[in-house]
């Protein structure tokens, strides 16, 4: 018979991201820090070291060169996994820089309101304007060489604008429910207001911003790297090894693949949990 | 696949009610035991079980029930308009032609043609980016095949007819220009567009003023009577079916539970849960002589209150939000606010719980004014005076558990209290306003509305505060459960001696609770007086139709009641008129109300802002 | 709306002169200056081109006149590919690096809206779960992937497209790079149109609509598809910022002489005022997009116009 479901344009489930997405992320990316930490130690080779016997070789089994070397010998193997040691590390600490400077800055324009907030959110909307990549560019270009706690500070500083803003908006209408209004009325003092009922309910937000900015932030680092102003020789990240790999495609083109492959998948499982967890904490929005 | 339940279950489930609606000549449409069910599975809801009901020409067809009745979801599914997938059971004959087997194709032939629906919410019906006149020319356009000009021409007589002001600037205008009772005009004039023979109106006046609402009852009235077409009014109020339904259903989970003539069903209802939904609204007696008024707790003197409005492209207007309020509460002593939305009604309990500061005059606590007092002083004193919200669920930290917010108060102001003792106290508070033990872990999103909002009650009353501020403490709430608050409020006032300064736009209840009772207009005082005076012999003008805007739930009296309603839309506040506020809405006004504003003046025991209440005398 | 379009014109200059100042001193405050590097030059020389090009005064008076020139469209001398100005500079390479861009934005709106309109649709359907994957790939996969990738498979394996490189007028050069630019692009055009409609097709007024028996063409063109637009609009602004960026990369990785690598060289080089009118150039860009977008918003949904900037 016919449609016994006439509802309308839409109708059945959404496709299964959420929860299960959110867990195959997590899990995947424990294991990739986990691998990151102790994976080198598997391997004869140091990150530096010099094969002269295999240089440019194929990923193989019987060497020792797992995932294969570049032409200067050295194991793509342990090079990868250094490589997404750092650029994990650069993601969570620009993350977190991110972080502490865009929720301090949104909840205390948010909770401030007035005239404290609208010029807080005037210096942010000017900052937003100014095409930021630029200046860190300039900024990694003209300091960044050699300098990786410099490259942090800079790449952390582009996130917390976008954060700022969530968390302030996200106060704002905190601040309007009425349940802030009973704690006012109820005599609770301002900070009180802000670390026990604002805060707490903020958590959440923090929580899915920060987990998709981290994927973001290692993209950055990656971008600076491949354009030749992030992380230098001898060290590596994925964004470097990347580029290196660009230049030998045709003849060693495993140096391409294997740190493109670790990065897409790093990236791909923190998308997945942070759109996880936004679908997790925030039912309604798609 | 459209599945008939079993027939036994079919006729187990409402035997008497199954075979009571006619076939004649005149029916338009029939509903014949229509069951929805949402989700899929063994996890099947059922929203409508097998519901019969008809209309006919010329008729009005009351259907009340309380929210979740399934009573939208049984025309929504006849029609086809459900928004999350259901099953859909049973047959719903318009004409010859059963609905529910009809394809979307040949059901757009007849959604907006033959048959017109109006829904609740106006502000967010009406599609944002298109202007007025083109959404009304729209279904004349499709249906009738008429070109644009002569749309237009038809869309201009239709707004006239719903009498809607100004019709040629509107139509030029975009929804978010019109305002609430302007927009559901609009919704009227388009479901009437191509003459329907059925009408289906869902809750059109929930979202109003009682004022707008009778206006709009009024309207409907006269379309009945013009036109003949056949209404079908959806509601959860008997007050808004009285005026105009012939017949009423009554439906509770999903069941049609009573049906009959609107005499019938209204003054002898079979049902006790019918009696029960009309038992709130009957005229209840103004509370009788009580002991006078303690000392007093909250003074407001003169107060002002003013907001910033942005009127577009950056200039600031202020706009005065309250005026000049004067109003002293004593000790044991309930006084109700009343008046339309946008009378600075809640303004009024945030200033004076001086949550807001006022640009004039001043609030005084139990003779200490807290505008003087350093903040930690102020916050202190907060424990003497409480509010409870409209929104119960909005007024508690979905992360907290139950015994946490209920507990918060005594964390501020009782630190010396221990854990066990607090965590006794909380549960002897939640005791008395009758949710026990096991509520205490739980969080706000697991509780219904009304248990929400006795935990409100519970938080604000823990400390045992000389002022309770309620802000529409009931309009969120169910009708039964309406009945449970109030009855807690009416106690602990009784038997504490606490004071309640209650806003509502429900005036059966301020009439039941208040000793007296402040009428506000555009945030300045209008009348004050006992509430016994005010019900019996109003004074202003304003408050005269204000009572006579409220619904009765009586088909004898409702249509008369209804007739005599004459209030206009309500001016901007950015643009108040001169003199008297109410004179452009007054029937009474004459040239002096437009040169200055009325005195604030004594009248008896009350007081009253009329150039005019002595000769109109009461 | 006029009104509005001329207040948020004059609200850029401001914020570029903001760019220009800030630019200006981060530049100056590197250690080194243009002829510091590379081969050592005689002091006596170097002086000369301090002086000549004004480098030996102080920096609020190079400031100043840097302004100067500005008003009146002068960009400079690029002091280290001295045979062009600045201005010629971005001349010669803005063409390849516009053609690209509009050429990658172009294909992601035309790609992007009508995927995210078909997955919302068939909501919970074969295009739903081919949106959803494509989109978390395309989103994980950045610029400096696709575009050696695709250079590998189409270009050094399939020998369908050239791998690098311009030829003035050839298409075919044009082809990776604004495929490699759009990916990411199209996949959060098509996620946020589809959410987009999705939300407008549960609000009330297109059950409004419904119930006027519009017609389901009819009800999702001319009531849902303006509202469903507006965050892809919304998105304009990023997405150009995005293109820019990835612009970098891509004509990198092509090596297309664009603009892009004028950005990174001048940086590297000192060569102040190329990088002052890379930033300009670039800020101006994303700075119009973002205007465009919100008069595009302010077009599709009126209640905007009337609110305060």
């Known amino acids: 018979m016919h449609g016994s479901t006439r509802a309308c344009v839409m109708s059945r489930s959404d496709p299964p991201r959420g929860r299960r997405g959110a867990l195959l992320g997590a899990g995947m990316i424990a294991l990739l820090t986990l691998l990151a930490l102790f994976g080198p130690r598997l391997s004869p080779y140091a990150f530096n070291t010099l094969d002269w016997r295999h240089l440019s070789a194929a990923p193989s089994l019987t060497d020792g060169h797992w995932l294969g070397t570049d032409p200067l010998g050295r194991d793509l193997y342990v090079r990868t996994l250094y490589g997404l040691r750092l650029s994990l590390l650069i993601g969570v600490l620009a993350t977190a820089v991110s972080v502490v400077i865009g929720v301090a800055w949104g909840a205390v324009a948010g909770y401030a309101g007035g005239r404290v907030d609208a010029w807080m959110m005037r210096l942010v909307d000017v900052l937003y304007a100014l095409p930021y990549l630029f200046i860190v560019l300039i900024l990694a270009t003209v300091f960044g060489h050699d300098s990786i706690t410099l490259l942090l500070v800079a790449i952390g500083a582009v996130g917390w604008l976008t954060l700022a803003r969530a968390v302030r908006a996200q106060t704002l209408s905190l601040k309007r429910r009425e349940f802030i209004e009973a704690a006012r009325a109820a005599g609770l003092a301002p900070q009180g207001i802000l670390l026990r009922h604002i805060l707490p309910n903020l958590a959440g937000t923090i929580a899915v911003y920060a987990t998709l900015m981290i994927p973001q932030m290692i993209t950055f680092e990656s971008f600076l790297s491949f354009l030749g102003l992030g992380v230098q020789e001898p060290r590596a990240s994925l964004g470097s090894l990347i580029k290196d790999g660009a230049s030998e495609m045709l003849a060693a083109p495993w140096m391409l693949l294997v740190p493109a492959v670790v990065l897409v998948v790093l990236l791909l499982c923190f998308n997945l949990l942070g759109d996880g967890l936004r679908d997790a904490l925030n039912p309604t929005a798609r | 696949m459209r599945s008939t339940p079993p027939r036994a279950e079919r006729l187990a489930a409402a035997p008497h009610l199954a075979l009571e609606e006619g076939n004649g000549p005149d029916t338009v449409l029939a509903i014949e035991s229509l069951g929805v069910d949402f989700g899929s599975g063994d996890q099947r809801l059922p929203a409508v079980v097998d519901v019969s009901l008809s209309v006919r020409r010329g008729e009005c067809l009351g259907v009340v029930g309380e929210s979740g009745a399934g009573k939208s979801q049984t025309f929504l599914a006849a029609l086809g308009l459900l928004s999350s997938p259901a099953r859909v059971s049973g047959r719903a004959r318009l004409g010859v032609e059963d609905l529910l087997g009809l394809p979307e194709r040949e059901l757009d032939r007849i959604r907006g043609a033959r048959v017109g629906m109006v829904f609740q919410d106006p502000m967010t019906s009406l ?492 | 709306m006029l009104r509005y379009a001329v207040r948020r014109i004059a609200g850029i200059v401001p914020v570029l002169l903001i760019l220009v100042t800030v630019s200006f001193v981060i530049v100056r405050l590197a250690p080194g200056g243009p002829f510091d590097q590379a081969r050592a030059l005689p002091p006596r020389i170097r002086a000369e081109l301090n002086q000549l090009y004004g480098l030996d005064r102080p920096l609020a008076v190079q400031y100043w006149h840097y302004l100067k020139g500005l008003a009146h469209g002068d960009l400079g001398p690029s002091y280290k590919l001295r045979d062009d100005t600045v201005a010629e500079l971005i001349a010669q390479g803005l063409p390849v690096s516009l053609r690209v861009g509009l050429g990658a934005l172009a294909l992601a709106l035309l790609a992007g809206v009508p995927f995210g309109i078909w997955a919302a649709l068939g909501r919970g359907g074969v295009a739903d779960y081919a949106l959803n994957a494509f989109a978390a790939l395309a989103l994980a996969l950045p610029s400096f992937v696709t575009g050696p990738l695709l250079a590998l498979s189409f270009g050094l394996w399939l020998h369908w497209l050239p791998v690098a490189g311009w030829q003035p007028g050839a298409w075919r050069y044009l082809i990776l790079p604004a495929v490699t630019l759009s990916l990411p692009v199209c996949a959060s055009v098509a996620r946020l149109m589809r959410g987009g409609l999705l939300d407008v097709l549960q609000a009330s007024f297109i059950r409004t609509a419904r119930a006027r028996g519009l017609g389901r063409w009819r009800v999702l063109l001319h009531h849902a598809m303006r509202p469903a637009l507006l965050p892809v609009v919304s998105y304009l602004g990023p997405a150009v910022t995005y293109l820019v960026t990835g612009s970098l990369v891509v004509e990198t990785v092509f090596e297309l002489p664009g603009t892009g690598r004028y950005l990174v060289q001048g940086a590297l080089d000192r060569d102040y005022t190329l990088v002052m009118g890379m930033v300009l150039l670039y800020g101006t860009l994303t700075l119009l997009s973002n205007l465009a977008a919100d008069l595009i918003h302010a077009w599709l949904d009126p209640r905007v116009r009337h609110e305060p900037l």
């Open chain 2, 127 to 618: 599609t944002p980016h298109m202007r007025i006149g083109e959404q009304v020319a729209e279904p004349i356009i499709r249906h009738l095949g008429a070109s644009r000009r002569e749309a237009r021409g038809r869309a201009l007589e239709l707004l006239e007819r719903v009498r809607l002001p100004d019709v040629a600037r509107r139509m030029r205008q975009y929804p978010h220009e019109l305002s609430g009772g302007m927009r559901q005009r609009v919704m009227i004039a388009i479901a009437l567009a191509c003459e329907p023979q059925l009408l289906i109106l869902d809750e059109p006046t929930t979202a109003l003023d009682v004022t707008l609402q009778a206006q709009i009852l009024q309207l409907l009235g006269a379309i009945k009577r013009e036109s003949g077409v056949a209404l079908v009014l959806i509601t959860h109020d008997f007050g808004a079916v009285a005026g105009l339904a012939d017949r009423v259903a009554v439906m509770r989970s999903g069941r049609l539970i009573e049906l009959g003539t609107a005499g019938e069903v209204m003054k002898r209802p079979r049902e006790p849960y019918t009696r029960e939904l009309l038992r709130p609204l009957s005229g209840e007696a103004a509370s009788e002589s009580r002991a006078a008024p303690g000392p007093a707790v909250l003074e407001l003197n003169d107060l002002g209150v003013r907001f910033a409005a942005d009127s577009g492209w950056g200039r600031r207007r202020l706009w005065r939000a309250l005026d000049a309020i004067q109003l002293t509460l004593g000790a044991g002593e309930a006084v109700g606010v009343v008046g339309e939305s946008g009378c600075g009604k809640s303004t009024l309990t945030r200033a004076a719980l001086h949550l807001i500061r006022p640009a004039e005059g001043r609030v005084v606590w139990m003779g200490r004014p807290p505008a003087g007092l350093p903040a930690r002083e102020v916050r202190r004193l907060r424990r003497e005076l409480q509010i409870i919200f409209q929104d119960p669920l909005a007024s508690l930290d979905p992360h907290l558990t139950v015994e946490r917010i209920v507990a918060e108060p005594l964390t501020i102001h009782c630190r010396e209290l221990g854990a066990s003792e607090r965590r006794e106290r909380v549960r002897r508070m939640l005791e008395r306003v009758g949710l026990d033990g096991p509520f205490l872990t739980r969080h706000p999103h697991e509780l219904s509305g009304g248990q929400c909002q006795r935990v409100g009650i519970a938080r604000a009353m823990i400390l045992e505060p000389r002022l309770l501020v309620c802000d529409e403490p009931l309009s969120a709430l169910d009708v039964a459960t309406q009945a449970q608050v109030l009855r807690l409020l009416t106690e602990l006032k009784s038997a504490q001696g606490t004071a309640l300064l209650y806003v509502s736009h429900n005036l059966a209840t301020v009439r039941h609770l208040c000793d007296r009772v402040l009428v506000l207009y555009l945030g300045r005082m209008a009348e004050l007086s006992s509430a016994r005076r005010l019900f019996l012999a109003p004074r202003h003008p304003y408050t005269r139709e204000l009572l006579a805007a409220i619904p009765v739930p009586d088909p004898d009296l409702e249509p008369a009641r209804l007739a005599e309603v004459h209030l206009g839309e309500p001016p901007s506040p950015l643009e108040l008129p001169s003199g008297c506020l109410f004179r452009t809405r007054c029937p009474h006004a004459i040239a002096v109300c437009a040169e200055r504003a009325p005195l604030w003046e004594r009248a008896g025991e009350g007081w009253v802002a009329c150039h005019r209440f002595r000769e109109l005398g009461s």
